[in-house]
């Protein structure tokens, strides 16, 4: 299963529902796996916020979701690194 595939069907199955996402927020979940971003980096920050707009009616979107994905991970990696300095 493809990168994209894995993030959309991790979306469906967190939204209870085949989410219509537009061909925009394919491009941007592509854009993570060009950037390699882990896809259970991904995985695991979609999760929560999935849940938190699991109350909101409407279309789902990766604005929504993850706009900031590719900055959240470097944010992470740096965090990892002060750890493993201390």
Avoid at 9 to 14: G, K, P, Q, S
Avoid at 23 to 39: F, N, S
Avoid at 58 to 77: H, K, Q, Y
Wanted: hydrophobic share 40%; with cysteine; proline share 7%.
């Amino acid at each position: 299963m493809s990168y994209v595939s894995t993030v959309v069907d991790f979306i469906n199955a967190c939204a209870g529902y085949p989410a219509p996402l537009s061909a925009e927020d394919y491009t941007a979940i592509a854009e993570w796996e060009k950037q390699e971003i882990p896809l259970g980096f991904v995985l695991d920050a979609l999760g929560p916020r999935l849940i938190d707009l699991g109350t909101r009616s409407g279309p789902l979107s990766i604005s929504d979701l993850g706009p900031n994905m590719g900055r959240e991970f470097a944010d992470w990696l740096v965090d990892q690194s002060l750890r493993e300095d201390h």
